[in-house]
């Protein structure tokens, strides 16, 4: 094995990644929310079981941008101090193998 050490992170590279993994992420609890409003909303019917039918609705649409931003946000935060300690006292060191 061989051993190698990420000394930086390009700090838009980890945004990305990070923003595409929250979506995912804000996807799968958008979708149990969703499921989760529309069936209370079926129940209770009425004026106030259709406020529980547009959460269903919109939680499946907005949460996954909700945690895409922030997942971003919180890549290039969390990219921008590795960088700086990465450069004071050395970066992760990861081992890589070749496979023949």
């Known amino acids: 094995m061989n051993s190698v050490e990420?000394?930086?992170i390009?700090?838009?590279?980890?945004?990305k990644i990070l923003g595409i993994i929250y979506a995912f992420i804000g996807l799968i609890i958008g979708?149990?929310?969703s499921i989760f409003f529309l069936l209370s909303g079926a129940i209770i019917g009425g004026t106030e079981g259709m406020i529980g039918f547009?959460?269903?609705a919109s939680a499946v649409?907005?949460?996954?941008?909700f945690y895409g931003i922030m997942g971003f946000i919180g890549g290039v935060i969390i990219a921008i101090p590795y960088?700086?300690?990465?450069?004071?006292?050395?970066?992760?060191?990861?081992?890589?193998?070749t496979k023949k």
Do not use: Q
Request: glycine share 12%; hydrophobic share 55%.
């Open 54 to 56: 547009l959460f269903g």
């Open 10 to 15: 390009s700090v838009l590279s980890l945004g």
């Open 61 to 65: 649409i907005t949460l996954p941008i």
């Open 83 to 97: 960088n700086l300690i990465a450069n004071w006292i050395g970066g992760l060191e990861v081992e890589i193998e």
């Open 6 to 8: 990420i000394t930086r």
């Open 31 to 33: 979708a149990l929310m």
